[in-house]
């Protein structure tokens, strides 16, 4: 499995095969938005009422539910607290390379009931790690440890070029006690990740 990131929520996994893009975002934040062929799509905010996103290449997965992939399991829980009439928001455990995934996406407060149950001791968490207007840094880390991930996976920080304000991760690592892993991306096996004590935190460069 190979991670890359690109700002904000957007990661690119590349799993068998097979290409998964979350949260894509606009050139208009600042930043180059990812390109190339994604065969999922995946986004953990959704306006409401939703529009039907089509394309030839990707299947667009919004909302609660389950989805199988090829290979690739995906269940999406509801995060009815900090979603609105405008906009809902959404929590997913992907399995890929027997690798379980939690991407937290726009988090801003508390993860669900059934989000923390069915993330309870995931491989590789996602977790906005810049703070406000997203999960407090503080809080953010007291999650990691409740969860109690092999490797924590920072985003929606500040980076260069990003045009909304906001902290950077330093103050997420300070929390979690941690020196973070810093690199352009990160390739990761199951053994690999048994083989990991602890928690780790990784940040990636764009």
């Known amino acids: 499995m190979i991670i890359n990131w690109y700002g904000e929520g957007c990661f690119k996994i590349q799993t068998g095969g097979l290409t998964l893009l979350t949260d894509p975002f606009e050139s208009s934040t600042g930043l180059t938005p990812a390109r190339g062929k994604n065969e999922v799509v995946l986004r953990t905010l959704t306006p409401w009422p939703m529009e039907i996103e089509k394309s030839d290449e990707s299947q667009y997965i919004s909302g609660a539910g389950e989805y199988e992939i090829q290979s690739i399991e995906i269940t999406g829980f509801p995060q009815q607290k900090e979603s609105s009439e405008k906009f809902f928001k959404t929590a997913y455990k992907i399995t890929a390379e027997d690798i379980k995934l939690g ?5 801003s407060d508390e993860l669900s009931a059934e989000a923390m149950q069915n993330l309870q001791g995931a491989d590789i968490i996602f977790i906005p790690g810049g703070g406000k207007p997203f999960i407090s ?3 953010a880390a007291k999650l990691i440890k409740q969860l109690g991930p092999k490797i924590v ?4 920080f ?3 070029g990003l045009k909304r304000t ?3 991760w330093k103050s997420l690592a300070e ?6 892993e810093v690199s352009e991306k990160l390739t990761i096996r199951k053994k690999e990740v048994m083989e990991q004590k602890g928690t780790k935190l990784v940040v990636l460069k764009i």
């Open 158 to 160: 500040k980076v260069p």
């Open 175 to 180: 929390e979690m006690g941690q020196k973070p």
């Open 137 to 139: 840094q503080e809080k």
């Open 103 to 107: 991407l937290l996406g726009h988090l």
């Open 153 to 156: 996976m920072a985003a929606f």
């Open 166 to 168: 906001g902290p950077d």
